[in-house]
Nanobody, 122 residues
Framework: HVQLVESGGGLVQAGGSLRLSCAAS????????MGWYRQAPGKQRELVAA???????NYADSVKGRFTISRDNAKNTLYLQMNSLKPEDTAVYYC????????????????WGQGTQVTVSS
C-alpha cells in the first residue's frame, strides 16, 4: 500500500506563496504519475497539476505560470510551489499517486492523501 502525507497548507494573502509537499511511504514497487488536485466547496475535484516519473508535467490553465509541480523520485516526494496566489485558489488540495504494489499480489492502484486546506485571502 501507499500512504501519502501532505504538508505546507495554510492561510496566505493574495499574491503570496505556499509550497505543498507530499511524502509517499509504504510497501510499493514504483509510482508512476503523481498529481495535485483541489476541491472548493460545492465544486468537483479538479486536477491542478501532474507529473510523471519521467518528469513530464501538465497544468490546469488557471495555474499555468504561477504553480510549479515537481517530484523527487529518490525520496518519493511530490511538491507544488504556488506563487501569486489568488482567492480563487482557495480549496482543499489533495495529493494523488498511481503506484504499483507487489504484495500480496501485483496491483496498480490510485492513492489519495487526506487533503490540506489552502486559504487565500483577498
Amino acid at each position: 500500500h501507499v500512504q501519502l502525507v501532505e504538508s505546507g497548507g495554510g492561510l496566505v494573502q493574495a499574491g503570496g506563496s505556499l509550497r505543498l509537499s507530499c511524502a509517499a511511504s509504504g510497501n510499493f514497487f514504483s509510482i508512476n504519475v503523481m498529481g495535485w488536485y483541489r476541491q472548493a466547496p460545492g465544486k468537483q475535484r479538479e486536477l491542478v497539476a501532474a507529473v510523471t516519473s519521467g518528469s513530464s508535467t501538465n497544468y490546469a490553465d488557471s495555474v499555468k505560470g504561477r504553480f510549479t509541480i515537481s517530484r523527487d523520485n529518490a525520496k518519493n516526494t511530490l511538491y507544488l510551489q504556488m506563487n501569486s496566489l489568488k482567492p480563487e485558489d482557495t480549496a482543499v488540495y489533495y495529493c494523488n499517486a498511481d503506484a504499483l504494489v507487489l504484495t500480496p499480489s501485483p496491483v496498480r492502484s490510485e492513492y489519495w492523501g487526506q487533503g490540506t486546506q489552502v486559504t487565500v485571502s483577498s
